[in-house]
């Protein structure tokens, strides 16, 4: 799955993965939280 590996940093040498979370919502949200690439995901 899309970012659940874990990579060290580079730079500081920490250990770090992206965790993403996943909304659902009815009504269509505000334009600035809205991804131009979001569109067709289902």
Known sequence: MLGEQWQRCKGCGLWLRRVVTV?????????DEQSPF?????
Do not use: C, F, I, N
Request: zero cysteines; aromatic letters at 0%.
């Open 38 to 42: 979001g569109r067709g995901l289902k």
């Open 23 to 31: 909304e659902e919502r009815e009504d269509e949200p505000a334009k």
